[in-house]
């Protein structure tokens, strides 16, 4: 029996996903894709499941495209499919109301790349190797390359990165704000279980909304994202976790409640 593309593991109020191709170093493909996407379905309505974690097996997060079905081609219309199933990926994993944790150590190449970037926190080991390579094969980035780069690092970095081609180390990745933070290669696993933990601890519903809220501001103007906010917050204002969370700060400020 072939074994599974993505290996789904629930452990109270977290959930690993891991990309399980370990001898084409988590090569991605329609089984990768498919995989996904019916883990994230299943997640995004599970209330159990507070944080999410995506990471790849043997030490490397995802080399992108599997190159032997690139060598291997297709007709134009498999193509498109295959590239709007990336797509509906990619929205899933942007509008998913759970937090999202990419774990990347070894290398994170093209698709691999702006899978891990499309999740809301990316810690890297120090040494990891991120490279937007589609360029040094004579195509564009796929994956939400295009949407994702200049909206974290602005239009002169996603050029170099985007154009160039050039690998860069998962500290370098970090100090240019592509990602949320590089540590050394032993502490990774350490780094991640400990943001996974400090997002457990604060409400999903207010997370969910802050996600929602800051992806849809980039198509809004400010009015627009105003008037979001002043609707979302007047029904937040009314839950009872905030009620009882400002009673907790009164008393233990010694206020009469």
């Known amino acids: 029996m072939a074994e599974k593309a993505v290996l789904m593991r629930k452990q109270d109020w977290l959930c690993t996903l891991t990309i399980n191709r370990p001898r ?19 997640i995004r309505t599970d209330h159990q499941v507070r944080v999410v974690i995506l990471q790849g097996a043997g030490g490397h997060f ?48 093209g698709v691999g790349s702006n899978l891990a970037l499309a999740g809301d926190f990316v810690v890297a080991a120090h040494d990891a190797r991120i490279c937007e390579v589609f360029v040094r094969i004579g195509v564009i980035m796929d994956g939400g390359g295009h949407y994702l780069l200049p909206r974290l690092v602005g239009p002169v970095k996603a050029r170099e990165l985007a154009m160039l081609g050039d ?18 290669p032993e ?6 279980r400990a943001l996974a933990g400090r997002l457990a601890e604060k409400s999903p519903r207010a997370l ?38 400002v009673r907790d700060f009164l008393i233990s400020r010694g206020k009469a409640v």
């Open 208 to 245: 969910a909304l802050i996600k929602e809220g800051l992806e849809d501001s980039l198509k809004m103007t400010i009015k627009e994202v105003m008037e979001w906010e002043a609707a979302h917050q007047t029904i937040m204002l009314e839950t009872e976790e905030h009620k009882q969370a």
């Open 167 to 184: 690998e860069i180390s998962g500290r370098q990745a970090a100090e240019m704000g592509l990602i949320y933070r590089s540590v050394a």
């Open 62 to 109: 995802s080399s992108g495209a599997d190159m032997h079905l690139l060598h291997q081609g297709a007709d134009p219309p498999t193509r498109l499919q295959l590239m709007k199933d990336l797509a509906r990926l990619i929205v899933a994993i942007r509008e998913l109301p759970q937090p999202i944790i990419c774990k990347v150590d070894g290398v994170a190449y």
């Open 24 to 42: 084409v170093l988590n090569a991605f493909n329609g089984a990768v894709g498919e995989g996904l996407r019916r883990a994230f379905e299943k």
């Open 187 to 192: 502490d990774l696993d350490g780094e991640v």
